[in-house]
């Protein structure tokens, strides 16, 4: 963004000049990110810095509603501790996280499955409450699947082919066919994907990278039943769901719709994998395998 190369002195500047208390602390850089650049700061805390275009509005939205957000959640997540602002020398803002241990899943995927459906299930119970409004919208998460089937056709002509995209056109038709979500708008993460949330003991155990939340239909969401959850998981996390809602019964419709979002989303990670196998800019090489994985856990889903 804007050609500024961000390395350890450039870190280490900020630090020193808008928080210095913590400029003496190690500094590590971390092979994780993709709006934001990070870099370790001892054992607690993380340096975000944006490198993308769109970067700086993703870590305002996380400065602004994060901390409101993060008590009642179950998990760890990144809250903001300190705030960076721009200067002459990096004019975009910046942020002091808190560090959120452990591997991302996309290197370090969960086996633990009923562990991981129950943790997961009882994070998003307590994310999922009807968002205030002023909570921020998003064009393309927590919306209905319908608006998004050129994407869909694009990304399906891209990654797959033959009888494996016939099935999977029929999940994502079943999927706009599906009734809308009638009720309010929920608090949604909105981006949760493999390397979005982290793993420690094989389980899941912290969720990162909360850029994309916004306010919507849950089956966004839910679409983490197969995109993180090994295969046999996601019918324990659908259960597990339904009662940390207070449900008596799964909402058969909202599964269809995450499923919709579940290939949508294993079909992004299919294509930005390839383009890191390739050395594409923006690729991500890991993505692709755990793209494809997710991908066949949604073919082999029985409800």
């Known amino acids: 963004m804007d050609g500024v190369e961000i390395d350890e002195s450039l870190v280490r500047f900020l630090l020193r000049e808008q928080h210095p208390d913590l400029a003496g602390g190690d500094l590590r850089p971390v092979a994780a990110g993709w709006d934001n650049q990070l870099w370790r700061l001892g054992e607690e805390m993380a340096v975000r810095l944006p490198r993308t275009r769109r970067a700086p509005s993703l870590l305002l939205k996380e400065r602004r509603w994060l901390p409101v957000l993060a008590p009642r959640l179950p998990l760890p997540v990144p809250v903001p501790v300190r705030a960076g602002e721009p200067c002459a020398r990096f004019t975009k803002p910046w ?9 991302p899943a996309d290197r370090s995927p969960v086996r633990r499955g009923e562990h991981a459906a129950d943790t997961l299930a009882g994070f998003l119970g307590a994310l999922h409450r009807p968002a205030p409004i002023e909570a921020p919208a998003s064009s393309n998460r927590g919306v209905p699947l319908k608006g998004l089937a050129s994407e869909f056709d694009r990304k399906l002509q891209a990654a797959v ?35 979005n949330v982290v793993v420690t ?22 679409a983490a039943a197969w995109l993180l959850l ?16 207070g449900h008596v019964d799964r909402d058969e419709a909202l599964i269809l719709r995450a499923r919709g979002w579940a290939v949508l989303r294993s079909l992004s990670l299919i294509d930005i994998g390839r383009a890191g196998e390739r050395g594409l800019p923006g690729g991500q090489p890991t993505w692709g395998p755990a793209g494809r994985a997710a991908l066949d856990r949604v073919l082999a889903f029985v409800a």
């Open 95 to 103: 942020t002091v996280a808190a560090w959120v241990p452990g591997e």
């Open 161 to 195: 082919s033959g009888s494996v995209a016939t099935e999977v056109r029929g999940i994502w038709d079943e999927a706009v066919a599906a009734p809308r979500w009638q009720g309010p708008p929920l608090w949604l993460h909105g981006d949760l994907h493999p390397a």
């Open 201 to 222: 003991g094989a389980t899941l155990t912290g969720v990162i990278d909360f850029g994309e939340l916004c306010a919507g239909d849950p089956a966004a969401d839910l």
């Open 230 to 245: 090994p295969e046999g998981a996601a019918s324990r996390f659908l259960d597990a769901y339904a009662d940390a809602c």
